[in-house]
């Protein structure tokens, strides 16, 4: 592994959360210092730091996880440091208690984290000055508070477009393998198209992942924030077409795996597969119309012919050739499920 590969990542922080970061640093640095002058604020520059996340629930959550770290490491501090004293052996000591303290009561990292750093620099530092515990507590305390302001007021952080993103790649890509797996009913296809066919209809589950984790990060995103309203609806709407698209990434991916296991070079000269073709081309086209509130429709005009569903009722089978009967009746039973998740039947 490449040194380079351990300390980058591939999406840089937005760039409105660092300039935040830095604006909630200076004002708790400068609230701090105006407050509790003589030392260095750096416990409120730290918690500013930290507690600026990409959600205002996030955010508070730091928050308190930042401060309950600190008032915890400074209390074991402030009794180690009474009772013992603060040479060498006892700063470590009272390391070691706040380590196995927090893995005792099963406190998040960041707390963790938090109590034995507050503990050793109250032991360390603040053992000779009067008051250092408590300031550092109250300094800690304004740091955070300023940061979660800063994050509320500056542009409240706001995911959901990246959530209608992920949600219309995976209708398109959805609708795709449907009009492939209509493709393949109607024309001849060798082995390796039909397992290429399968690979990228097997593709949906990853792409449904990222759909499922990008809502509830938009999700995250809107919990206490101010602008929510409206976006809230958008939001719920995206929600209710992706719990859709659960069934239909399965359907999709059945039916695909269906044609490849049971395929032969006459399936095409069934007439009722031909049907099927036809009706599954109708599913892709009225899929791609429950997506395409997810676009501008001022920027992608929609012809009148094609913006009306296009699903007719369930086919009437005739008999098949003993040898097709199978996948027929996979593909039709595949095909009522998804027209129930499309017109909402």
Not at 60 to 89: D, N, P
Not at 164 to 171: E, G
Request: hydrophobic fraction near 50%.
């Amino acid at each position: 592994m490449k040194v380079t590969a351990t300390i980058r990542t591939e999406d840089r922080v937005p760039l409105l959360q660092a300039v935040k970061t830095s604006v909630a640093m200076i004002l708790a640095w400068l609230v701090a210092q105006l407050l509790l002058p003589g030392e260095l604020p750096v416990f409120a520059a730290i918690a500013a730091l930290l507690v600026v996340q990409p959600s205002i629930n996030q955010s508070l959550s730091k928050a308190i996880e930042r401060s309950i770290g600190v008032i915890l490491g400074v209390l074991i501090a402030y009794g180690v440091g009474f009772f013992f004293g603060s040479s060498t052996w006892i700063v470590l000591l009272a390391i070691v208690l706040c380590v196995m303290l927090s893995w005792l009561f099963r406190l998040s990292p960041g707390s963790s984290n938090q109590i034995p750093i507050s503990a050793m620099l109250v032991l360390s530092i603040g053992a000779s000055t009067p008051n250092y515990a408590l300031e550092r507590i109250i300094e800690t305390i304004i740091g955070a508070v300023i940061a979660l302001l800063v994050n509320v007021i500056i542009v409240p952080p706001v995911a959901l477009a990246p959530a209608k993103d992920a949600v219309a790649r995976l209708v398109s890509e959805v609708a795709n393998t449907l009009d492939n797996v209509a493709a393949a009913l109607i024309k001849p296809r060798t082995s390796a198209e039909l397992q290429e066919m399968m690979i990228e209809a097997r593709l949906l589950r990853p792409m449904q992942t990222a759909a499922d984790k990008a809502i509830g990060q938009a999700d995250e995103s809107l919990t206490l924030n101010p602008r929510q309203g409206k976006l809230r609806e958008e939001l719920q709407a995206e929600i209710d077409l992706n719990e859709k698209l659960s069934t239909l990434v399965t359907r999709a991916i059945g039916m695909t795996r269906a044609v490849r296991d049971h395929y032969d070079d006459s399936l095409h000269l069934e007439p009722t597969v031909r049907a099927l073709s036809l009706e599954l081309k109708r599913a892709a086209h009225d899929l791609r119309l429950l997506g395409r509130h997810t676009e501008d429709p001022e920027n992608v005009p929609v012809p009148e012919a094609e913006s009306q569903p296009a699903l007719t009722a369930p086919l009437r089978i005739h008999t098949p050739h003993p040898q097709h009967w199978i996948l027929i009746g996979s593909l039709m039973e595949d095909l009522r499920r998804v027209r129930e998740e499309i017109t909402g039947e």
